[in-house]
């Protein structure tokens, strides 16, 4: 059955000049009912258990864990390039915590909205902003100050908190549309049949 779909999707592929690439096309399958290899022009598909897809990992456990570890990693990055700022005292902490929201934070919170978290996530992520911030205001090692002075110092909210409220206002907005929306509809539909 799964061969006579992509056969049918290959077809109307070919019909407006589209050509699957069996060397960039991999299978990831979230039932394992069906066994068989998925092949494209006699050749078959590697199969995967997480891709990137639009910058967000997916996988098929599902959550958000090895999304969240992928974010860290990219902010982290944005972090370093940012280097010579944060050594620099030609800038003040204020400006350099409204750098760090804007080109830091914002890439560590893309599609935070669909994450699913657990206190463990949330203290990688909270971890992850302190440890910005003390290289940020310049505290290091023997130098001991409480996270929360660390947050009244340079006015900052935990990014844990941050996570919840965009997930309370994304759910506000999915609930003020169309009864008949694929969003919607998402946020209520249930899987038929029973899980093993």
Same mark, same amino acid.
């Given at each position: 059955?799964?061969?006579?779909?992509?056969?049918?999707?290959?077809?109307?592929?070919?019909?407006?000049?589209?050509? @699957?690439? #069996?060397?960039?096309?991999?299978?990831?399958?979230?039932?394992?009912? $069906?066994?068989?290899?998925? #092949?494209?022009?006699?050749?078959?598909?590697?199969?995967?258990?997480?891709?990137?897809?639009?910058?967000?990992?997916?996988?098929?456990?599902?959550?958000?864990?090895?999304?969240?570890?992928?974010?860290?990693?990219?902010?982290? #990055?944005?972090?370093?390039?940012?280097?010579?700022?944060?050594? $620099?005292?030609?800038?003040?902490?204020?400006?350099?915590?409204?750098?760090?929201?804007?080109?830091?934070?914002? @890439?560590?919170?893309?599609?935070?909205?669909?994450?699913?978290?657990?206190?463990?996530?949330?203290?990688?992520?909270?971890?992850?902003?302190?440890?910005?911030?003390?290289?940020?205001?310049?505290?290091?090692?023997?130098?001991?100050?409480?996270?929360?002075?660390?947050?009244?110092?340079?006015?900052?909210?935990?990014? $844990?908190?941050?996570?919840?409220?965009?997930?309370?206002?994304?759910?506000?907005?999915?609930?003020?549309?169309?009864?008949?929306?694929?969003?919607?509809?998402?946020? #209520?539909?249930?899987?038929?049949?029973?899980?093993?």
């Amino acid at each position: 059955m799964m061969q006579r779909k992509m056969l049918k999707l290959q077809e109307q592929a070919a019909r407006i000049g589209l050509r @699957v690439s #069996t060397k960039k096309s991999k299978v990831m399958r979230t039932n394992r009912k $069906s066994t068989e290899p998925v #092949t494209v022009n006699g050749q078959n598909l590697d199969e995967t258990d997480k891709f990137t897809y639009l910058g967000k990992v997916v996988t098929t456990q599902g959550g958000g864990g090895d999304d969240i570890i992928c974010r860290i990693g990219k902010a982290r #990055t944005a972090f370093r390039k940012l280097n010579r700022i944060w050594k $620099s005292s030609n800038y003040s902490i204020k400006t350099k915590v409204h750098l760090y929201h804007s080109l830091v934070k914002s @890439v560590l919170l893309y599609s935070c909205e669909t994450w699913k978290m657990n206190e463990g996530d949330a203290t990688k992520l909270d971890t992850f902003q302190f440890t910005c911030i003390r290289k940020i205001i310049k505290i290091r090692w023997p130098y001991v100050i409480s996270n929360e002075d660390l947050m009244k110092k340079t006015e900052t909210k935990c990014i $844990s908190s941050k996570v919840k409220t965009r997930r309370w206002k994304w759910i506000g907005h999915v609930l003020r549309m169309e009864r008949n929306s694929h969003c919607r509809t998402a946020l #209520t539909w249930q899987p038929e049949g029973k899980q093993r």
